[in-house]
């Protein structure tokens, strides 16, 4: 069972939250795992764990830093892993995009910030930002969520404690893409991919990251992500092998993750900085 805030969708703008004007400005800052108003914002220092051979933070790293942030919000909330258990609830995440404008460097101080901004019938948005060590923003962030009843296994609207306890934010100004990807016509079978134990996550369900993860390894060598997308289908297990289709579509790739009877478990698009 997850937290609500999983996984999200990322885009780079230059304010700060101390900006006091305008519609995407936010009431307070907030500090290393503190809660302001309805923001929630937690620091580090990009680890040589968490960089590639460039020395820069990796893609599924900064998934990591988006997902811990948005978890953490939740656990200090109260409304974590042991509240959804309690309650047998579980935020499935429907979809998200990524778009980085820079990826920090090792040893780069970062700010990692969210806060949710809706609740409509069953699903629940909430965005992200990161941002360097001088309050620049390198990405913004979106993720749209469903809750569901796991005693009945039927989508249910938040409860009262958890809408008021969240709070709403204001949406950042962005150019939001449809949750559903556009698919080509043809596509290029890829080699099979083994669910192993460390790609599982709390809720016995392949780590959304992970998705991106392998599908990341289909594109060519050289290929700078700047956007990702995502939609997800169905949830992968420890044991399923997933097989990976690519094609192109608009200058972008698009690979879709299969069982071996074409279920989709997941659809992640790729751009380029020049093709967004």
Same mark, same amino acid.
């Given at each position: ?7 999200? #969708? ?30 929630? *914002? ?7 764990? *968490? ?20 978890? %953490? ?11 959804? *258990? ?21 040893? *780069? ?7 949710? #901004? ?43 404690? &958890?809408?008021?306890? #969240? ?19 043809? %596509? ?22 992970? #998705? ?8 060519? &060598? ?42 989709? %478990? ?11």
């Amino acid at each position: 069972m997850l937290p609500f805030g999983f996984m999200c #969708y990322i885009i780079v703008r230059q304010k700060t939250c101390r900006e006091t004007g305008g519609k995407n400005a936010y009431p307070a800052c907030v500090f290393f795992g503190k809660a302001v108003d309805k923001m929630y *914002e937690m620091k580090s220092r990009v680890r040589y764990s *968490e960089v590639g051979a460039d020395r820069k933070l990796t893609l599924i790293s900064l998934i990591d830093y988006l997902q811990d942030c948005a978890t %953490f919000h939740s656990e200090d909330l109260g409304l974590g892993l042991d509240y959804l *258990e309690e309650k047998n609830m579980a935020w499935v995440l429907v979809s998200w995009q990524i778009i980085v404008d820079r990826y920090p460097e090792l040893g *780069e101080d970062i700010t990692v910030q969210t806060w949710a #901004y809706g609740f409509r019938s069953f699903y629940a948005d909430r965005n992200l930002v990161i941002r360097g060590p001088h309050d620049e923003i390198l990405a913004r962030a979106n993720s749209l969520w469903l809750l569901i009843n796991l005693d009945t296994g039927h989508p249910m609207k938040a409860l009262p404690e &958890q809408v008021e306890k #969240y709070g709403t934010g204001p949406k950042l100004d962005m150019e939001y893409a449809p949750r559903k990807i556009k698919q080509p016509e043809t %596509f290029e079978n890829i080699e099979p991919v083994e669910v192993y134990r460390h790609m599982i996550d709390t809720n016995g369900h392949m780590n959304n990251g992970q #998705y991106v993860l392998i599908a990341r390894e289909m594109l060519p &060598q050289g290929f700078s992500v700047r956007q990702v997308r995502t939609e997800y289908k169905n949830a992968a297990v420890l044991g399923d092998m997933l097989y990976p289709k690519l094609g192109r579509l608009d200058d972008a790739y698009v690979i879709r993750l299969d069982n071996a009877d074409g279920k989709t %478990f997941a659809v992640v698009e790729f751009r380029q900085a020049d093709q967004i």
